[in-house]
């Protein structure tokens, strides 16, 4: 895995949407292989509840940035220190169907043990990219959807994980600027818009 794209990614911002938010991509170096550290989301929560999940959040008015919001909720969701966090890069914003749009910084962090903060966090899953980048883990759905119309949705399955949503399209991204994985041209199925998500 090379980071160098990433560092040199000029990436595009979402500056029009209601809400802003912001993630961390963490990057753990392990003796087999890079990995990501992903977050289950407690099951109470009203919006994306049970989604696997990048550490971040909302931005509140005491946030001097979206980098800040990012390190804030990182923070508080699975106890990583701020100075313990090394930017790398940012990949571009997203919306998401909940109206946000959502800034992504990838970061170098320690291979230590997280703390889920258990009201909002389920569980904490660090998963290999040598998984994530095997295309026999992978498959993608066309849609419509009521807001932004014909979308394709990214699934990741690893290790009993199914990263999808907002998450995976973040993930797709980075993979490509940090492999060489590349997305497959076309879906692996068209759905009706009111099918069952596969997960």
């Known amino acids: 895995m090379d980071l160098s794209e990433v560092r040199a990614h000029d990436s595009a911002a979402v500056t029009d949407e209601e809400r802003e938010a ?11 292989g890079p990995h990501l550290l992903f977050t289950k989301r407690a099951d109470h929560l009203g919006e994306h509840a049970g989604q696997m999940s990048f550490p971040g959040g909302g931005r509140e008015p005491s946030d001097a940035d979206l980098e800040a ?37 990838v970061v170098r962090v320690p291979d230590r043990r997280y703390e889920p903060d258990e009201r909002e966090v389920a569980e904490i899953a660090v998963l290999p990219v040598a998984g994530l980048t095997d295309r026999a883990n992978y498959d993608s759905e066309r849609r419509d959807h009521p807001h932004y119309g014909n979308i394709r949705l990214y699934f990741f399955r690893v290790d009993g994980y199914t990263v999808w949503g907002a998450t995976a399209r973040i993930l797709v991204q980075f993979l490509e600027l940090a492999t060489d994985w590349e997305m497959p041209p076309e879906a692996d199925r068209v759905v009706d818009p009111d099918a069952d998500f596969p997960v």
């Open 22 to 32: 912001a993630v961390l991509v963490p990057v753990i170096e392990r003796p087999d």
């Open 69 to 105: 919001t990012a390190l804030r909720e990182a923070s508080e969701e699975i106890g990583l220190e701020p100075t313990e966090a090394a930017i790398v890069g940012r990949l571009d914003d997203i919306r998401t169907v909940t109206r946000y749009g959502v800034r992504p910084f």
